[in-house]
C-alpha cells in the first residue's frame, strides 16, 4: 500500500560506484558488490522511500554505470506508467572520479534540505560523509570491502526505515543514535576524523590506501571494538571489546609478533586472519587527546592510508562523542508496526 507522497519529503541516496574494489581483492577473497547490484539497490530504496512517502529522492551521479542504469529503470517505469517511485533528481555537479564527488553529493544534498541520506558504500564512503553530513541522519549500507559502520540490509526495508524517519512520521528521537568518531589533530590543526579505526603505519608511503601488511602497524586508535567484526578493530574486540554505545574506546600499542608481548590471531580484512602482536591495550576516554608515540609514519582512517607524517611536532587522537546521527533500521520498523503506520484498517468490519 503506497503512501500519498509528502511534497516536501526528501531523501539523498549517494551509492559510491568504487567501493569494494581495492587491493584486497587480490590479496585476499573479498567479496565483489557489482554496479548492476547497486542499481538493484537503489531500485528497491526507492520503492521503500515512495511507500514511506517520500516526495524527492536526490541521487549522486557518477560515471560507473549506477546513474545510466537508474535512468534506464525510470525511463521503463514511465513506459509502463508505473508509479511506484518518488521523484527522482539527480545532483548537477561536477564528476572527478574520487573522493571530492562524495562530498559535493552530499554538500548539495544538505543544501536541498533532505532529511536522511542513505549510502551504498563501506567505511570509507561513510567516513567521507560523516566529514560533512553533520546532524542529518545517515542510513550506511554495506558495498565495500569492510564494513563495519554500515549495515549489511535489505535496500527494501532501509528505503521505508528512511523514509518514515525523513517524512516525520517517526520521531527520529526514537530510533536514531548518535555516534562516536576519532579526531586526528597536528600542532593542534585538526585534519580528519575516523568512524572505527585509526591505525599508525610505519610505512612512508600511501599509494595503496588500503591496510594488509599487519607488521608494519605501530598504534591502534579505536572508536568501538566489536569480536564479531571484520577489520582492525576486530583486534581490540578480541581481547577487550567495547560497544557502539560504550563511552570509551581503545588505545592499543602494536609490534611485530615475535617481539610483541601478547599475540591476537585476528580477521584484519575479508578472508584475511593474521597474528597481530599487541604491547599494550587501555581505555581511551571521551574528550581525551593522546598524543602518538611513533615520530614519522602514516595515518590510516578506517582502513585506508591518508595522511603522512614525518618531522611533525605534536599529532594526536581524541575520541568524540559527537560524531554522525544513524537511523536504527530495527527501531524505525518496531516503532511503524506498533503505531500502524504502515498499515489501513478503514475496510476491516466492525
Known amino acids: 500500500m503506497a503512501r500519498k507522497p509528502h511534497p516536501d519529503a526528501r531523501v539523498g541516496i549517494l551509492a559510491n560506484p568504487a567501493s569494494g574494489r581495492d587491493i584486497r581483492r587480490l590479496v585476499a577473497s573479498a567479496s565483489v558488490f557489482p554496479t548492476a547490484e547497486k542499481a538493484n539497490m537503489v531500485e528497491r530504496l526507492l520503492t521503500g522511500l515512495a511507500s514511506a512517502g517520500v ?14 542504469r537508474l535512468r534506464q529503470a525510470i525511463e521503463r517505469e514511465q513506459a509502463m506508467a508505473r508509479n511506484r517511485w518518488p521523484r527522482v533528481a539527480f545532483i548537477e555537479m561536477p564528476i572527478e572520479d574520487g573522493p571530492l564527488d562524495t562530498v559535493r553529493a ?73 555516534n562516536k568518531l576519532l579526531r586526528v589533530t597536528i600542532d593542534g590543526a585538526s585534519q580528519e576524523i575516523a568512524l572505527i579505526d585509526l591505525c599508525v603505519v610505519s610505512e612512508l608511503w600511501v599509494a595503496t590506501k588500503a591496510l594488509w601488511r599487519p607488521e ?10 566489536e569480536p564479531d567484526a571484520i577489520g582492525l578493530s576486530a ?10 554505545a560504550a563511552e570509551n574506546g581503545l588505545r592499543l600499542e602494536l609490534a611485530p609478533p615475535e617481539k610483541a608481548a601478547s599475540v591476537v590471531l585476528a580477521p584484519i580484512g575479508p578472508g584475511l586472519i593474521v597474528p597481530i602482536g599487541v604491547n599494550r591495550i587501555e581505555e581511551l576516554k571521551a574528550g581525551q587527546a593522546v598524543e602518538l608515540k611513533t615520530r614519522e609514519g602514516v595515518i ?20 568524540d562523542r559527537r560524531g554522525p546521527t544513524t537511523i536504527r533500521i530495527d527501531k524505525v520498523m518496531a516503532l511503524a508496526a506498533a503505531r500502524g503506520l504502515l498499515a489501513d484498517r478503514s475496510g476491516a468490519e466492525e
Open 55 to 68: 516526495g524527492t529522492a536526490f541521487v549522486m551521479p557518477d560515471r560507473g554505470g549506477i546513474a545510466s
Open 106 to 178: 552530499v554538500e548539495r544534498m544538505l543544501a536541498e534540505g533532505v532529511g536522511a541520506i542513505i549510502s551504498l558504500g563501506g567505511d570509507g564512503t561513510n567516513r567521507l560523509i560523516a566529514s560533512v553530513s553533520g546532524a542529518t541522519p545517515l542510513l550506511p549500507l554495506s558495498t565495500g570491502t569492510n564494513n563495519v559502520f554500515p549495515v549489511m540490509r535489505e535496500a527494501t526495508i532501509a528505503g521505508l526505515a528512511a523514509g518514515l524517519v525523513a517524512s516525520g512520521r517517526v520521531d527520529g528521537s526514537d530510533a536514531l543514535e548518535v
Open 216 to 225: 608494519h602497524f605501530r598504534e591502534l586508535f579505536l572508536a568501538f571494538a
Open 235 to 244: 583486534i581490540g574486540g578480541l581481547l577487550q571489546p567495547v560497544a557502539r
Open 300 to 319: 590510516a582512517l578506517d582502513g585506508e592510508r591518508e595522511i603522512e607524517f614525518r618531522n611533525a611536532g605534536k599529532v594526536s587522537v581524541r575520541l
